[in-house]
């Protein structure tokens, strides 16, 4: 027995397939859009501060923030491009309200991000006890060092992390949804081949 199962004149349509189709490009646009968002949000989410010199951060929230080293970026109107070794540079982080300096240690993760005209890597971090202002000093102590960009950031794996699963999340649903339409439909219209063709034996037999 065949089926002529591209005929148009049975339900489901065969935009069904189209459809399926549809969903599953709408999928891939909206993982791309949201994964590059997500990132996009990260990354301008940091704090900049030209380095060496001083700067006061207002942190949002207690808990731990990464200084990451900017060595291609865009600030205060102004293009860096900065590869060379940055050993010696010294970070002191105070807390504005106690003066009390605070910890600063090398970054646990290694992190790097790069989005249109900047790229950075975790370099240091340091533990706020809670939110507030803090002075932030960078410095080359021991010898001169070139002008280079720094950020600062909290919870920025974490967040792009939770934007990946999500898009994941949203690209396999789509693809999950598309096959679900792409089968019923296939069923649904072999079905309906097979009672035609079952009416049309039983009305020759007839004849």
Do not use: C
Not at 65 to 74: K, L, Q
Not at 152 to 157: H, L, N, Q, S
Not at 167 to 185: D, E, K, N, Q, R
Request: aromatic fraction near 14%; glycine fraction near 10%; hydrophobic fraction near 40%.
């Amino acid at each position: 027995m065949h089926l002529d199962m591209k005929s148009d004149d049975v339900s489901p349509s065969l935009w069904f397939y189209a459809l399926a189709i549809f969903i599953v490009l709408s999928g891939f646009a909206a993982f791309a859009g949201l994964l590059y968002s997500g990132i996009s949000d990260s990354v301008n989410g940091l704090m900049q501060i030209k380095a060496p010199g001083n700067a006061e951060l207002n942190l949002s929230e207690s808990g731990e923030w990464t200084v990451f080293y900017e060595s291609n970026s865009y600030f205060e109107g102004r293009i860096y491009s900065t590869g060379e070794e940055i050993s010696g540079l010294k970070i002191r982080v105070r807390e504005k309200a106690t003066g009390i300096d605070q910890a600063v240690y090398p970054a646990k993760v290694s992190f790097s991000y790069s989005l249109g005209s900047r790229s950075g890597r975790s370099i240091f971090a340091f533990r706020a006890p809670r939110a507030g202002v803090y002075q932030f000093n960078s410095s080359y102590p021991d010898r001169a060092g070139p002008e280079i960009v720094l950020a600062v950031g909290k919870g920025m794996a974490e967040g792009l992390f939770s934007s990946i699963a999500l898009s994941m999340a949203l690209l396999f649903g789509s693809i999950l949804l598309a096959s679900i339409v792409a089968y019923y439909t296939y069923n649904r219209r072999k079905r309906a081949f097979l009672k035609r063709e079952e009416e049309e034996r039983l009305m020759g037999g007839n004849n």
